[in-house]
């Protein structure tokens, strides 16, 4: 069904709104509209900073981590000057050059397949089912995709349907990491609502993957909608972990990585012990492409948000350093302490100060630049992405027993959370 008319909104807001209220009852939790806003601004901005952050080293690094902590965008300029493994032969290593060129930010499939699944749920709606999702793939989803999703969307022209497409018998790459990078959108679209979130994310995951291989989308997208009201990283990892089967191995490696960042200070003592246990092998899979392995990648986010203890700089810092496809968990990471701490909590030095001649009056510009999805619009301002994802999460908090109100002057969401 797709979206509500807007004036259909405004008469449920009409409808929910009273100047003075009680206390929310037990099992319900409210937020501004400013609030939530600002957090799904955090959302979308924290995963284009770490997804630039890791850019210049996505899969250079596996057996040993990068020697120096990154902790800023790091260019052609840093690789022999400190001897560092860096992607050079495109423009994941020129990312201050290209902003500048570009005016903004631009797409990568760190987002760009969210920016494609903002616009189907906005033309199908929230319960936008397999057949539905696949015609807008075929349509706009063409170019720039790898691993799992190369694979399905190559099963698609076939005339399959999810989940056959991501499943072990038609996707060679069912194992990997490519849905978890791209359904966390849908924590942003369930605000406080994580059982709604986990299930649509894993529904969308196996589009591309399978088994196991979805579990990393369950348990991001899960803290994304918890982070709406939990800042305590280590609840949101426990309370995600606790939505999987006690047989997953990766809830297995997740309460792992739980007790040895109590048992280690030392990020590096965790990240070998998670290499060691999982890089090759999960269970009795033995893994065929290490780098890109869902286990591997899920469980190195799962450390750098545990070490990282809320501070956006630290944890997206960690994520990248540690290696591997290492611009998926710093953007993976950076979306989700975007919404704990907002947009504002992420450093000028890396959402304005990027131009030659003068820093951007707000982060990337607002504007973000697509070349990659087909058919969709080349030139969308942030600010408009924000307020059409807030659109989106209005109508999920209505359609699950929410209600718009007015408190002390301000707009407030009542969601029935879980």
Not at 172 to 188: D, P, V
Not at 244 to 255: A, D, F, H, T, V
Request: with cysteine.
């Amino acid at each position: 069904m797709p979206l509500k008319s807007i004036a259909t909104i405004s008469a449920l807001f009409l409808l929910h709104t009273q100047s003075t209220f009680a206390q929310a009852e037990e099992g319900l939790k409210r937020i501004s509209e400013t609030d939530l806003k600002d957090k799904i601004h955090g959302y979308w901005i924290g995963q284009l900073t770490g997804n630039y952050i890791g850019f210049p080293f996505e899969n250079l690094y596996d057996e040993e981590p990068i020697p120096v902590f990154i902790e800023r965008y790091y260019t052609f300029k840093d690789a022999e000057a400190l001897g560092l493994k860096m992607n050079l032969d495109d423009r994941r290593s020129y990312t201050p050059i290209l902003a500048d060129a570009l005016g903004g930010a631009w797409s990568d499939d760190d987002t760009d397949i969210e920016f494609a699944t903002l616009h189907a749920v906005e033309e199908y709606g929230l319960d936008i089912t397999y057949p539905e999702i696949v015609a807008f793939w075929k349509k706009h989803v063409n170019r720039y995709i790898w691993a799992a999703a190369r694979a399905a969307r190559d099963n698609m022209d076939t005339g399959l349907l999810p989940p056959e497409t991501g499943d072990r018998e038609n996707n060679h790459r069912w194992f990997g990491i490519s849905s978890q990078l791209m359904t966390e959108i849908w924590g942003a679209f369930y605000p406080g609502m994580t059982l709604q979130a986990a299930e649509r994310a894993e529904w969308n995951a196996k589009m591309m993957t399978a088994d196991w291989a979805t579990h990393p989308d369950i348990v991001y997208a899960s803290m994304y909608s918890a982070a709406f009201f939990e800042s305590d990283v280590r609840k949101l990892v426990t309370d995600a972990a606790r939505k999987l089967p006690k047989e997953s191995p990766y809830r297995r490696g997740i309460e792992e990585t739980l007790m040895w960042s109590l048992q280690h200070a030392d990020w590096h003592v965790t990240r070998k012990l998670i290499h060691d246990k999982y890089y090759t092998r999960v269970d009795d899979f033995e893994v065929p492409y290490e780098m890109g392995g869902a286990v591997i990648n899920g469980l190195i986010g799962i450390m750098s948000i545990l070490y990282g203890e809320g501070d956006f700089m630290k944890t997206v810092s960690i994520a990248t350093t540690a290696g591997y496809d290492c611009d998926n968990q710093a953007a993976t990471c950076g979306g989700l302490l975007g919404i704990i701490n907002g947009g504002s909590s992420i450093p000028d030095t890396l959402t304005r100060d990027l131009p030659s001649r003068w820093p951007w009056e707000t982060p990337f510009n607002d504007q973000y630049i697509n070349y990659s999805r087909d058919g969709l619009p080349n030139f969308t301002r942030i600010s408009d992405i924000v307020t059409r994802i807030q659109r989106i999460a209005e109508q999920a908090i209505f359609e699950n027993g929410g209600r718009k109100l007015r408190q002390d002057g301000q707009v407030v969401y009542e969601i029935v959370t879980n």
